[in-house]
T-cell receptor, first 111, second 114 residues
Framework: DAKTTQPPSMDCAEGRAANLPCNHSTISGNEYVYWYRQIHSQGPQYIIH???NNETNEMASLIITEDRKSSTLILPHATLRDTAVYYC????????????FGTGTSLTVIP | NAGVTQTPKFRILKIGQSMTLQCTQD?????MYWYRQDPGMGLKLIYY???????DKGEVPNGYNVSRSTTEDFPLRLELAAPSQTSVYFC?????????????FGNGTRLTVT
């Protein structure tokens, strides 16, 4: 079973911020939240990860709620090249370093 | 660095044939993984390895075998190909045992079994 819940699809206007939500209500205290994206069935691409503090890099920002039960990936100025499937992942505490992917959110950036 | 390299990129097998999907990484990562992705679906973990000589099952291991004789290589073996194994196969690796090491993926092998 997937350990995260994401909406199946979202649209975003080009140039606007894309906010992709993820619920992970069973996350353990020392489990990180990761975000990946997959474009045209290529290998998934790492975007960002975090534990409890908000994180930002050159690709995106990650906002994690204080109770850590949900997070939001923000693409500040979406472009057409950001159209992809976005996966939110947490590691399962009792399975070591396995990463379990759900079905993700299909983001379409509209011109 | 080439990163994670998978071969072949495409393959068509007949039912009952066998093949090995190759995966190699040059980042000295000790963790390696095999995933499959069926059309329109997310990735499912087949097998993973935490180091040379150590492998373990993921979510969907039936019909597959793996070995890890070196840090760099993690081949996936299909012994008796079945149509249900038609999928895209991704290999991935990560650096250390700490929980904040991201996965690095190869570009996949597209397998069709007819």
């Amino acid at each position: 079973d997937a350990k995260t819940t994401q909406p199946p699809s979202m649209d975003c206007a080009e140039g606007r911020a894309a906010n992709l939500p993820c619920n992970h209500s069973t996350i353990s205290g020392n489990e990180y939240v990761y975000w990946y994206r997959q474009i045209h069935s290529q290998g998934p691409q790492y975007i960002i990860h975090g534990l409890k503090n908000n994180e930002t890099n050159e690709m995106a920002s990650l906002i994690i709620t204080e109770d850590r039960k949900s997070s939001t990936l923000i693409l500040p100025h979406a472009t057409l090249r950001d159209t992809a499937v976005y996966y939110c992942i947490v590691r399962v505490a009792n399975t070591g370093n396995q990463f379990y992917f759900g079905t993700g959110t299909s983001l379409t950036v509209i011109p | 660095n080439a990163g994670v390299t998978q071969t072949p990129k495409f393959r068509i097998l007949k039912i009952g044939q066998s093949m090995t999907l190759q995966c190699t990484q040059d980042m000295n990562h000790n963790y390696m993984y095999w995933y499959r992705q069926d059309p329109g679906m997310g990735l499912k973990l087949i097998y993973y390895s935490v180091g040379a000589g150590i492998t373990d099952k993921g979510e969907v291991p039936n019909g597959y075998n793996v070995s890890r004789s070196t840090t760099e290589d993690f081949p996936l073996r299909l012994e008796l190909a079945a149509p249900s194994q038609t999928s895209v196969y991704f290999c991935a690796s990560s650096y250390r045992t700490e929980r904040n090491s991201p996965l690095h993926f190869g570009n996949g092998t597209r397998l069709t079994v007819t």
